[in-house]
């Protein structure tokens, strides 16, 4: 079975760094990208970025370049997504997600379970 | 950036009911790369349609995905009361991916 297994929440103050993890497990982890989606509370998806764990290749959306880091350890088939100082603001549900592995297949299945952090004084 | 457009933002309908959901893009986006997705509170979204029309694996025939160009629709033919949720399109252009801010489908 495909599976992405996401890191527990997390309760931090603003300006702490945080590193929430995405485990993959059923298939080839280097052979599909893994994006990254934010869904702030109450609200609609958000895409932040994506990354191919073969080679490191990595994408951001304009609105989250800067504000994150995608990585990926393909050793252990996981894939991160960092701060290094969070806001107030970055309290959300962070989900990732498999890409499918052809040029034309831009969905994504499956997703993890979701990882909530939480951001405040 | 592609924008994507739902309606209604809230559907209020009664099991047994046809549910139709809108999804239009600012510009045009290429069926192959419309997709739909599910969900329900405090879970993950699941994956209903790939390629505006392909059902994803296990999903029931009274979902169904249509449209071309900028105008998609999703269809639920007979709304079973676990189909009470939020909807998603989704599509992809020039190396990023959008959502639709969701229509919310609530028991009537």
């Known amino acids: 079975e495909v599976q992405l297994v996401q890191s527990g929440a997390e309760v931090k103050k603003p300006g702490e760094s945080l590193k929430i993890s995405c485990k993959g497990s059923g298939y080839s982890f280097t052979s599909y990208w893994i994006g990254w989606v934010r869904q702030m509370p109450g609200k609609g998806l958000e895409w932040m970025g994506i990354?191919?764990?073969?080679?490191?290749?990595?994408r951001y959306s304009p609105s989250f370049q800067g504000q994150v880091t995608i990585s990926a350890d393909k050793s252990i088939s996981t894939a991160y997504l960092q701060w290094s100082s969070l806001k107030a603001s970055d309290t959300a549900m962070y989900y990732c997600a498999r890409r499918g592995s052809s040029d034309y297949a831009t969905w994504f299945d499956p997703w993890g379970q979701g990882t909530l952090v939480t951001v405040s004084s | 950036e592609i924008v994507l457009t739902q309606s209604p933002g809230t559907l209020s309908l009664s099991p047994g009911e046809r549910a139709t959901l809108s999804c239009r893009a600012s510009q045009s986006v290429s069926s192959s790369y419309l997709a739909w997705y599910q969900q329900k509170p405090g879970q993950a979204p699941r994956l209903l349609i790939y390629?505006?029309?392909s059902r994803a694996t296990g999903i029931p025939d009274r979902f169904s995905g249509s449209g071309s160009g900028t105008d998609f629709t999703l269809t639920i033919s007979r709304l079973e009361p676990e189909d009470f949720a939020v909807y998603y399109c989704q599509q992809y252009g020039s190396s990023a991916w959008t959502f639709g801010q969701g229509t919310k489908v609530e028991i009537k």
């Open positions: 390629g505006a029309s």
């Open positions: 990354i191919y764990p073969g080679d490191s290749d990595t």
